[in-house]
């Protein structure tokens, strides 16, 4: 039943001897408490019933006009709100999600009686703040040099992050002391020494700054804003509402991966219609390039011709699968780094649209579009809606776009002007009824609630660079669920079968990073896992397809959906070993991996219905599975089970476990 309760308290008014303020999540766990000291200075501090998370954190922000909202701040009005309902988003990991928080909105006035505002939620996984410049007198343009905001951890623990870089979210992740982070991108995941898991990120980030972190010492950590060329954050005028900034708090990290917290602090759906936006799962002319055996340019080895595109929709049509992506399609390619590189309309001679298009009809597959930018977001966007209606007009309902390049006049890939960017190439694609997937993207924060057509995005050291480096390390896989993950759906296009590139012939050495070392640091088992494991409403087998063909284990593939309706987490602990169960209609499917560690662990399907008898498919790794030197060998058998079943799941080194898991017959 959904229940909603806005309860409106005025405090105080014109009590500006008040000092401070306190909020409690609903489960009563979680406490915040706002305070201003003599100085007219706004702090915060979050705590358990039992734990201090943060002391004593900095609240405020600098403007190049005036430091306004620094100091001489005092409380002039506070309001109390709850909410608890349940809102069903188009597409995700769950059909049904809560939302239910506790909620204070803070009055403030600084020393020139300048109005800030300053929302609180509190939910039972966490907390959510931000900001709000209110129209007023006094105030025309905003120009943010400093975000104040702190997250000064009252304990150290063990800290998961990438360094804070404004132009990429592709690297690996430091395994530290959290006192050890000296700064770092968001999400941001520690293991406290008390033993509860935060992570910091935001949500909604709209018409803002990117937010890093940087460490001004031992545990503390303060918000550093992605600047504009002349180095002012943020720019607005009249008004100004930050993204939220998030703090997720769970008790084990299996609650970080459960928690709602960043979808929940945006705003609804604001597409009208959604009908026209369906998960898919998709192949694609893509793995060749990134292997050197294909070519993004025309030649003897390009990639994307009519005949190659015409062997993909085929074999997609004859394996369940959505839809065909194809790169390098558009002339443009050779003219990579030069201004007004890649024309999104014209394709290159051998690759006739047209019968591209109709073929794909015909065999009832749909195509996904591919606009590179190469970085030139501004000629992109003079480009936009002719290259948009070209896919609408043609029936495509999907398109991947790229950044792959510097940004123009000086711009960082995270700064405000990019944001505005890719909220525009959103609200743009909904116009035309168009899918997105973002590769080079500004970071997950939740906004597939609002426009449900972001599906999916990079952002993320993802596939690819076991093409052309010493490859992700096993423990990547089983971090990423708990760091970047937490933002959003994730494109990191899992599924390569040819792991060890037996199947490489003339190779083409073409990236600095190809140390001649490259291969894929898993078990074939564990790729099949990663489908699982790694959620994204656009879900990629990224082989080239000859390497699916007559391989057995591609039918776990084919028998995914591309969508689920609940999902539990199973075993999950951070940088070592992660299960989760997806349930679409009454079938459910497994993933299960580990690090670089052999690992078993037993799976309790309880959650099965109890009245109902199952079998499972097992997609498992061998007794002789290797990762060094025999990485694909692989057991597929049935088992009979029910909700009374602990699994047992035997890993390799950097293994894994698919599940396939259907209601017995008879």
């Known amino acids: 039943m959904t229940i ?3 309860l409106s308290v005025l405090l105080f008014s014109a009590c500006e001897s008040s000092k401070s303020v306190d909020l409690l999540s609903p ?10 000291n003599e100085n007219g200075q706004a702090f915060y501090k979050l705590q358990t019933n039992k734990n201090q998370i943060f002391s004593d954190s900095r609240l405020g922000m600098e403007l190049r006009e005036d430091s306004l909202f620094t100091d001489g701040l005092r409380i002039i009005n506070v309001v109390r709100n709850e909410k608890n309902e349940n809102w069903k988003p188009v597409w995700g990991p769950n059909d049904s999600i809560l939302e239910k928080y506790n909620e204070l909105i803070v009055s403030l006035k600084n020393h020139a009686n300048n109005d800030l505002k300053l929302y609180v939620r509190l939910f039972d996984d966490g907390l959510g703040f931000r900001y709000e410049i209110p129209q007023q ?20 623990g063990t800290a998961w992050s990438i360094p804070a870089n404004f132009d990429s979210y592709e690297m690996l992740y430091r395994t530290t002391q959290l006192s050890e982070v000296p700064d770092a991108n968001t999400p941001i995941t520690v293991k406290m020494e008390s033993g509860y898991y935060v992570s910091i990120h935001e949500a909604n980030l709209t018409n803002y700054a990117g937010m890093t972190l940087k460490n001004t010492g031992s545990t503390n950590f303060q918000a550093n804003l992605v600047p504009w060329p002349d180095g002012v954050k943020v720019k607005a005028k009249g008004s100004l509402l930050s993204p939220w900034r998030t703090v997720m708090l769970c008790k084990n990290a299996a609650g970080l991966v459960e928690s709602n917290l960043i979808q929940n602090l945006n705003e609804p759906c604001a597409i009208p219609d959604t009908k026209w936006i369906q998960p898919m799962k998709y192949v694609g002319i893509w793995w060749g390039m990134h292997l050197g055996v294909e070519t993004w340019t025309p030649g003897p080895k390009h990639g994307a011709t009519t005949d190659n595109m015409k062997k993909y929709i085929d074999f997609a ?5 959505q839809a065909v992506l194809a790169e390098g399609w558009n002339t443009g390619w050779e003219n990579w780094g030069k201004p007004k590189a890649f024309d999104q309309v014209t394709s290159y ?19 996904i579009g591919h606009h590179e930018t190469g970085g030139d977001y501004i000629f992109y966007e003079e480009s936009m809606d002719k290259a948009f209606s070209k ?7 999907v398109v991947k776009t790229g950044y792959a390049g510097p940004i123009p006049n000086g711009q960082f890939h995270h700064g405000q002007k990019m944001v505005q960017h890719y909220r525009k190439v959103v609200e743009t694609a909904a116009k035309y009824h168009l899918m997105v997937d973002a590769h080079e993207p500004i970071k997950a924060t939740g906004i597939s609630r609002t426009y449900p057509n972001m599906m999916t995005r990079e952002g993320v050291r993802g596939m690819e660079w076991n093409g052309w480096s010493e490859g992700n390390p096993p423990e990547h896989h089983v971090i990423l669920p708990f760091t970047r993950c937490l933002g959003g759906p994730i494109d990191y296009t899992p599924g390569t079968f040819d792991i060890l590139y037996k199947n490489r012939k003339d190779y083409i050495k073409w990236n600095s990073n190809d140390k001649g070392n490259s291969r894929v640091n898993t078990t074939l088992a564990k790729q099949l896992a990663l489908w699982v494991c790694l959620y994204s409403p656009l879900q990629m087998a990224s082989d080239m397809i000859s390497n699916y063909e007559d391989q057995p284990a591609f039918h776990f593939f084919v028998n995914l959906p591309a969508d689920f309706e609940e999902s539990k987490v199973l075993a999950a602990e951070i940088g070592d070993v992660y299960a989760v169960a997806r349930r679409k209609a009454s079938n459910w499917y497994i993933g299960a991996i580990t690090d670089e560690n052999a690992r078993e662990i037993d799976l309790d399907l309880g959650f099965l219905d109890a009245d109902k008898k199952y079998e499972a498919t097992i997609y498992s790794d061998t007794d002789n599975t290797s990762l060094s030197d025999n990485p694909t060998e692989i057991k597929i058998f049935k088992k009979a089970v029910d909700s009374k079943t602990k699994l047992h799941v035997k890993m390799q080194n950097s293994g894994g476990q698919a599940i396939e898991i259907r209601e017995a017959k008879g």
């Open 4 to 6: 909603v309760v806005l």
């Open 349 to 367: 001679p051998d690759f006739d649209f047209d019968e591209i298009v109709s073929y794909a009809k015909s065999k009832g597959v749909e195509l």
């Open 27 to 36: 489960n009563g766990e979680i406490a915040f408490d706002l305070k201003v």
């Open 391 to 397: 896919l609408h007009d043609n029936g495509i309902r």
């Open 317 to 321: 049509a004859d394996n369940n699968i």
């Open 137 to 156: 007198n006094g105030i025309d343009s905003i120009n943010i040099t400093k975000e104040l905001t702190e997250f000064n951890f009252a304990k150290n």
